[in-house]
């Protein structure tokens, strides 16, 4: 504590502020940002907690506050959660719920650490948690109730048609992938070509259209296809032709030898794809299929408009009870957090796969 | 964050072809092909006769017999359906084209504070960009949606703010007053200064490569925005007067109307491009190496022009292939319009399924319609980004 040191801390403050007039363009420019960042900051403290009506509170209260309505997030969450299943009956949805979070966990772990368990094992695991989802949300066996799939609602649903669908979506991508790829069989390599680019020329949206109207009308005179399977299909179909381009990139991304070298042990096309390819080729693909799955699971959102009651479906119900006022930025503020927390954890996988896949190019170079 | 289409060449084919022109397989996989496709027919077929409807295209040219609330072209609910596809079609552009704008300018805005020397200003946009990332296109739309619906005013106590009137029904300007000849105009001018303009570009090109001379280009393209229309006014003796929207009673009279579900598609759209627009940006900035500017630094070029000539183009070669990306996936979101309903194609081909029960050819006409749309914006965008990627290649020579 002598003057040197504050003779040194007057120094850089006297450097600094000169540094800021010799740029007046950039320090006008952290100036009006400085002030835009610490008004939205103070806008949503001010929103969540100096305005806001407390949770204990009465919720009448919500109606004059300008803040945020906690009574309704303490009333509500459940609902938008679980939707319209019986209340009874609402541990089913939150069973299938961690169960499918924890094997998206799991394999995002796996991916990360890239210490994968056995490849059928993870399937059988995936294969099993589906049939086990779908079992605990109907219902009618073990002696659960069955419950209508109407009412199949909110995070389970969300979650059934983004993971379910894309577990299944990356098989077919791979062996889409492996059509496309292969030249040897000019016609599979075209009606693969064409299938992926088609897919990838239209939006999601007439997908979701063609799984609830067209798809019925495809099967055979009698048979009824629920819409959740229905959209269950179509977004398989869908996601799979993402997910083949980002497999062919790998493999293009491959060196000749490897399948050259393949050919020459006496290694058939099948053997030289699941051992040699692939591995390589899926590695290489990582950062392109977790960017794929992240689009993926955002888009999963819009089967809203199919009338599929996902997690903004429910925000939308429950700020449209009438006993409640308007909360509908609440709703839509706790769907919204739901998003950015789980793909925030998507986008981490992603920036450390991208990160071991530069350090691994830089090793390898 | 959205998915990306390949780059354009990138899709060679493989080593080359060998064996006889059709093979054993080519035929096993053509046949395979044709019975899925029968199987599909047949059961389509017996399906829809079932419910007495027989398959074909002819219900285009029957009624459709529902309005559409706003419209580009002109349409009423006398005409057929396929006046109204084309009805959508053109709304689908027009809110492509205006969520395009917002995009580029959120985009460039944010793409500079991103790589700016304030580090709040970074911060922001970071987090911005972050936001939207982590949220679904359909969430944004649906909370902007709420918002101007709930928070704007309604259409009596409409806000007046300098020529915009602004309600939650719509947001009014003035506009041409409507008289044909103003309307010929309009559409002259849009297609000739564009045309004019990509002239006078070509010539001061050619005019460059071979006397090395510039001939000036954006004062020209400036002043035919003013010339071309002037000269057209006077031939056509048009009478532009501007009408201005006026409140009266329970609607305004006057001007033109954007229906608050077009500007809350525009705007969110614009915003949620916009995040990538600018991480496409940052991207394409913070990968030229600093060593460029230092060495522009040295031989004395100023900031100004150290930025137009040595930045710019090398950003340019990186950007171009992943904006074409984004321009194609703007195009195919504004197909989520249908969730606040705005007559766009995606749901002009809805309401005519619930109407006709003809899923499968409506949906075959839209699928192929966003798939023509999706074709030629790219073939557009990849010939003209090839072409910039080939002079600036040519320059830098």
């Known amino acids: ?365 | 964050m959205d998915r990306k289409l390949p780059p354009p060449h990138a899709a060679h084919d493989g080593p080359p072809k060998t064996g006889p022109a059709v093979s054993l397989s080519d035929i096993g996989v053509g046949l395979a092909i044709l019975a899925a496709f029968a199987l599909v027919a047949f059961n389509v077929h017996s399906n829809m006769t079932a419910a007495g409807i027989q398959p074909g295209f002819g219900f285009l040219t029957q009624q459709a017999g529902f309005d559409l609330s706003e419209t580009l072209v002109p349409y009423g609910a006398s005409d057929s359906y396929l006046r109204a596809i084309l009805a959508g079609l053109a709304n689908t552009i027009a809110v492509a084209l205006a969520s395009l704008v917002i995009a580029c300018i959120a985009g460039l805005l944010l793409g500079l504070l991103s790589v700016s020397t304030a580090p709040l200003a970074r911060f922001f946009a970071l987090a911005y960009v972050e936001l939207f990332r982590n949220l679904p296109k359909i969430l944004v739309l649906l909370v902007i949606f709420i918002a101007a619906v709930n928070g704007l005013p309604a259409i009596r106590q409409a806000l007046v703010l300098g020529p915009f009137t602004i309600s939650n029904r719509a947001i009014y300007l003035p506009w041409l007053s409507d008289d044909p000849r103003n309307t010929t105009l309009l559409l002259a001018s849009l297609v000739l200064v564009p045309a004019f303009i990509w002239l006078w570009a070509g010539r001061a090109a050619r005019r460059q490569a071979l006397t090395g001379r510039r001939l000036p280009v954006l004062p020209v393209a400036f002043a035919l925005f003013i010339v071309v229309p002037g000269v057209l006014a006077t031939a056509l003796q048009a009478p532009l007067g501007l009408s201005w929207p006026t409140l009266e009673g329970f609607s305004v009279e006057g001007g033109i109307a954007l229906s608050i579900q077009f500007c809350t598609v525009a705007v969110a759209l614009g915003l949620y491009h916009g995040a990538q627009i600018a991480e496409v940006l940052r991207g394409g900035i913070e990968a030229v190496p600093s060593g460029q500017i230092e060495a522009a630094a040295a031989l004395g070029l100023r900031s100004g022009q150290t930025t137009r000539l040595v930045v710019v183009p090398q950003v340019l070669r990186t950007v171009v292939p992943p904006l074409n990306n984004q321009f194609a996936n703007l195009l195919k979101n504004t197909s989520i319009s249908i969730a606040v309903g705005y007559s766009d194609l995606m749901s002009v081909a809805g309401t005519a399924i619930n109407q006709t029960f003809r899923p499968l050819e409506t949906m075959l006409i839209t699928m192929s319609i966003y798939l023509l749309l999706c074709l030629v914006l790219t073939g557009v965008l990849n010939h003209w980004s090839a072409r910039i990627r080939a002079r600036e290649g040519r320059d830098g020579r």
């Not at chain 1, 209340?87 to 299938?96: K, N, S």
């Open chain 1, 1 to 365: 504590m002598s003057g040197a040191t504050q003779s040194i801390g007057f120094g850089r403050l006297s450097a600094w502020l000169l540094r800021q007039l010799s740029r007046p363009g950039a320090s006008l420019l952290s100036l009006a940002s400085g002030g835009l960042v610490l008004t939205l900051l103070w806008a949503i403290a001010d929103w969540l907690v100096f305005s806001a009506v407390p949770p204990l509170a009465d919720p009448s209260a919500c109606v004059e506050a300008a803040g945020a309505c906690w009574p309704f997030w303490a009333e509500k969450s459940r609902f938008i959660l679980f939707g319209t299943y019986p209340f009874d009956e609402q541990w089913r949805p939150m069973l299938v719920s961690l169960l499918l979070i924890g094997l998206s966990i799991a394999t995002g772990q796996m991916a990360v650490s890239g210490r994968w368990l056995n490849i059928k094992l993870t399937a059988g695991l995936w294969l099993a948690g589906i049939a086990a989802s779908f079992a605990l949300m109907g219902g009618g066996i073990l002696g659960l109730v069955p419950v209508d799939a109407t009412r199949w609602n909110g995070l389970p649903i969300l979650l059934i048609l983004s993971t379910i669908a894309l577990a299944l979506a990356l098989p077919v991508g791979v062996l889409l992938a492996l059509a496309r790829y292969q030249t040897r069989h000019r016609l599979l390599h075209r009606a693969a070509g064409a299938y992926v680019e088609i897919m990838r020329g239209v939006p999601m949206v007439t997908l979701l259209f063609v799984g609830v109207f067209v798809l019925p009308l495809t099967l055979p005179k009698g048979t009824a296809i629920d819409p959740i399977i229905a959209v269950l299909i179509a977004l398989v179909f869908f996601h799979a032709a993402y997910f083949a381009e980002d497999v062919r990139s790998g493999l293009m991304a491959l060196p000749a030898g490897q399948h050259e070298a393949a050919s020459s042990l006496g290694l058939g096309f099948w053997q030289t794809a699941r051992l040699v390819l692939l591995p390589q080729a899926i590695e290489r693909a990582m950062p392109a299929l977790v960017n794929s799955t992240i689009g993926a699971y955002k888009d999963t959102s819009l089967v809203v408009i199919l009338g599929l009651h996902d997690l903004s479906a429910t925000a939308r119900m429950a700020f449209s009870d009438v006993a409640w006022g308007n909360q509908a930025l609440e709703a839509y503020v706790f769907v919204g957090v739901w998003f950015l927390i789980s793909c925030s954890y998507l986008s981490w996988i992603g920036r450390r796969l991208a990160a071991r896949a530069a350090k691994g190019r830089n090793r390898s170079a």
